[in-house]
């Protein structure tokens, strides 16, 4: 069964560092696509950013309002995911979920989708 | 500030029909697939479609989703007590100020 489990989650200051973990097991992590999804108490999700499996690259993409402050990797020995917060401001406090991702080409469009999601794991950005 | 438009809330009454829309552009729907979640109460969001219109393994299939040009739509047959959650719509999108789009989110009520 696949599984992701995040951990690391907090009270932190504005300005401040956080690290997230999450552990993944139940499939052959090295070759996922993995991403983070933020949510906002009572708001909508979004998209925080990704990283490719290092067989395609291992390249990250972010979305504008993390991006330079934000940095995802990921340790193949240990089947775990990161996700650094730098710079923490008080509309990044949300749950944060980390999910395995499947995209590609089909018929000359692009589909890219996150397939297993983890349950999360709790910011709080505050003074 | 997501860029794919989802009504705020739909409802109706068990075992009818509802559908939820997802208005985007070019940049996302217009070009690539697209994926709807289902967020239950308290719990993480689910993949329920994907490439416009696939149910993953497990899905119930009173779900189905289409695509018409920059426009998408979920349907929600024979309703269910169980099928009130917030619905989300999703692509990547081509444009340089986003990447992955998530919609704003519908909340389903079972009258």
């Known amino acids: 069964e696949v599984q992701l489990v995040e951990s690391g989650g907090g009270l932190v200051k504005p300005g401040g560092s956080l690290r997230l973990s999450c552990a993944a097991s139940?499939?052959?992590?090295?070759?996922?696509?993995m991403s983070w999804v933020r949510q906002a108490p009572g708001k909508g999700l979004e998209w925080v950013g990704r990283i490719k499996s290092k067989t395609d690259g291992g390249t990250t993409d972010y979305a504008a309002p993390v991006k330079g402050r934000f940095t995802i990797s990921r340790d193949d020995s240990k089947n775990t995911l990161y996700l650094q917060m730098n710079s923490l401001k008080t509309e990044d406090t949300a749950v944060y979920y980390c999910?395995?991702?499947?995209?590609?080409?089909?018929?000359?469009?692009?589909?890219?989708?996150?397939?297993?999601w983890g349950k999360g794991t709790t910011v709080t950005v505050s003074s | 500030q997501s860029v794919l438009t989802q009504p705020p809330s739909v409802s109706e009454a068990p075992r009818q029909r509802v559908t939820i829309s997802c208005s985007g552009s070019s940049s996302n729907i217009g070009n690539n697939a697209v994926n709807w979640y289902q967020q239950l109460p308290g719990k993480a969001p689910k993949l329920l479609i994907y490439?416009?219109?696939l149910l993953p393994s497990g899905v119930s299939d009173r779900f189905s989703g289409s695509k018409s040009g920059t426009s998408a739509s979920l349907a929600i047959s024979g309703l269910q007590s169980e099928d009130e959650a917030d619905y989300y719509c999703?692509?990547?999108?081509?444009?340089?100020?986003?990447?992955?789009?998530f919609g704003t989110g519908t909340k389903v009520t079972v009258l």
């Open positions: 490439y416009d219109d």
């Open positions: 999703a692509a990547w999108d081509d444009s340089l100020n986003g990447l992955y789009v």
């Open positions: 999910t395995t991702d499947r995209g590609g080409w089909l018929q000359f469009r692009y589909y890219y989708y996150m397939d297993v």
């Open positions: 139940g499939f052959t992590f090295s070759n996922a696509w």
